[in-house]
């Protein structure tokens, strides 16, 4: 297994525009998460999918953002009307839900809203 | 809510031990990790820790938890140069949601 994969893995758009982002998991993983990283921060936690079910979303999930896992397999996470705040790193990361349930991450989405 | 702090800068010379700090604030966390990101690069995760456990030791690495006073450690024993990245800690919290709580990263530069 090649782990999580990410695309695109550069993203430039123009305020306004919509964006989608896909995340593809550790094949055997039914736990998938993502979180948003913003320069000389650490990563903050989003949404999280127990195979297709969205179980748990952060506040900073506005309405603007919607994500999907619709087979239990890869997700995509959507962003309407962008805004330059939303300018980020967006990251994947899935885990196996055992003792532990190591996140393991994918190499992320930039964003760059202008 | 909880909250995850670590210092944000160490530097140590190349073959020197690096210990990186981290506290927490949840006193119900179960599970606390060590991840590593190199530049414009995902999140590598180094170890994890039980909290039941004082100490963990994988090669080079060691964690120690101190529960009581909500502190880990990571010690990087013989400090190379590609050891150059920041490191994050991160409490599992008591939640089944496997929602991670991040510090906001510890950069370790190493020097030869």
Same mark, same amino acid.
């Given at each position: 297994?090649?782990?999580? =994969?990410? #695309?695109?893995?550069?993203?430039?758009?123009?305020?306004?525009?919509?964006?989608?982002?896909?995340?593809?998991?550790?094949?055997?993983?039914?736990?998938? &998460?993502?979180?948003?990283?913003?320069?000389?921060?650490?990563?903050?936690?989003?949404? &999280?999918?127990?195979?297709?079910?969205?179980?748990?979303? =952060?506040?900073?999930?506005? #309405?603007r953002?919607?994500?999907?896992?619709?087979? %239990?397999?890869?997700?995509?996470?959507?962003?309407?009307?962008?805004?330059?705040? #939303? =300018?980020?790193? &967006?990251?994947?990361?899935s =885990?196996?839900?055992?003792? %532990? #349930?190591?996140? &393991?991450? %994918?190499?992320?989405t930039?964003?760059?809203?202008? | 809510?909880?909250?995850?702090?670590?210092s944000?800068?160490?530097?140590?010379?190349e073959?020197?031990?690096?210990?990186?700090?981290?506290t927490?604030?949840?006193?119900?966390?179960?599970?606390?990790?060590?991840?590593?990101q190199?530049?414009? !690069?995902?999140?590598?995760?180094?170890?994890?820790?039980?909290s039941n456990?004082?100490?963990?030791?994988?090669?080079r690495?060691?964690?120690?938890?101190?529960?009581?006073?909500?502190?880990?450690?990571?010690r @990087? !024993?013989?400090?190379?140069?590609?050891?150059? !990245? @920041?490191?994050?800690c !991160?409490?599992?919290?008591?939640?089944?949601?496997?929602?991670l709580?991040?510090?906001?990263?510890?950069?370790?530069?190493?020097?030869?």
């Amino acid at each position: 297994d090649t782990g999580v =994969s990410q #695309d695109p893995r550069h993203k430039i758009t123009k305020r306004g525009q919509n964006v989608t982002f896909r995340c593809d998991p550790i094949s055997e993983h039914n736990r998938l &998460y993502w979180y948003r990283q913003t320069l000389g921060q650490g990563p903050e936690f989003l949404t &999280y999918f127990q195979n297709e079910a969205q179980l748990e979303k =952060s506040r900073l999930l506005s #309405d603007r953002f919607s994500a999907e896992r619709p087979k %239990g397999s890869f997700s995509t996470l959507e962003i309407q009307r962008t805004e330059q705040g #939303d =300018s980020a790193m &967006y990251l994947c990361a899935s =885990s196996l839900n055992t003792r %532990g #349930d190591e996140q &393991y991450f %994918g190499p992320g989405t930039r964003l760059t809203v202008t | 809510g909880e909250d995850v702090e670590q210092s944000l800068f160490l530097s140590v010379r190349e073959g020197d031990s690096s210990v990186i700090n981290c506290t927490y604030t949840d006193s119900s966390s179960t599970y606390l990790y060590w991840y590593k990101q190199e530049p414009g !690069a995902g999140l590598q995760l180094l170890t994890y820790i039980f909290s039941n456990m004082d100490m963990k030791q994988d090669q080079r690495l060691t964690v120690l938890l101190n529960k009581k006073d909500k502190h880990l450690s990571l010690r @990087i !024993a013989d400090t190379q140069t590609g050891d150059s !990245a @920041i490191y994050f800690c !991160a409490d599992l919290g008591s939640s089944n949601t496997g929602k991670l709580i991040f510090g906001q990263g510890t950069t370790l530069q190493v020097k030869p």
